[in-house]
């Protein structure tokens, strides 16, 4: 609501034939979106979550497909509380559980690259670091896996598949203004207008979210200052 008023208040309409609860809501959505991104090309950690994939007997593991779980992208996910996939980082096979050990794998470029890295049997690539690729939805494996489970490491997207009012976000809210700022472009560029001091105020706040992302973390003490809005 705050960030919604805001954008209000830097678009100046309050004429809601012009801008509506709805459009006001899509702008704030899609603000939001160009805020995430922004803060996940400065740090990949940013919006990071992991998840277990099991799989069995297979060589492709969909991640849209709503029988799997989980699934992470499409309409349906599974579980319904399971945070939306924007982007893999890291894939891990899950060697041991207690205690915790991973066995990094490397992804490969294209198709061809995962067929002339094709193992025949599961063991070759049990214990040793292995390779995959992601190609739309599905995850390829070398070969056909059998009863393993991997950890993946992705960046997720924050917004709530059903947002209410105390819908948690983020620890970033001294820059809830830029979403209020990023959510007023997508409603001038309806017009095709440039207006220069929205773009000026857009680049001054990136640079200082740009800054604080790179120097706010302190090594000695919990990654990131929580402030609250």
Known sequence: GDVTSQMMFYVDETDPTFLNSSMAQYCVRT??????????????????????IPVNNVQKYDLADPLNVPCLMGPTLNPLNAKRFLRLIQLAYIWQTDPLRLVKWEPVQDESQLIALTNTTWMNVAWIPGYYLLIGTELMF?????????????????WPTTPTSASWLDDLGQFSDLIALLAAKVYMSRDGTINKALTQNIMDRKSQLFEFLATGRDASGPNRVSILP
Do not use: H, L
Not at 145 to 152: C, E, G, L, Q, V
């Open 31 to 52: 603000g939001y979106a160009e805020f995430t991104r922004t803060c996940q090309q400065v740090d990949p950690q940013i919006f990071q979550t992991s998840v277990d």
């Open 142 to 158: 070398p070969c056909k896996i059998a009863n393993a489970r991997f950890r993946m490491f992705y960046q997720y997207d924050p």
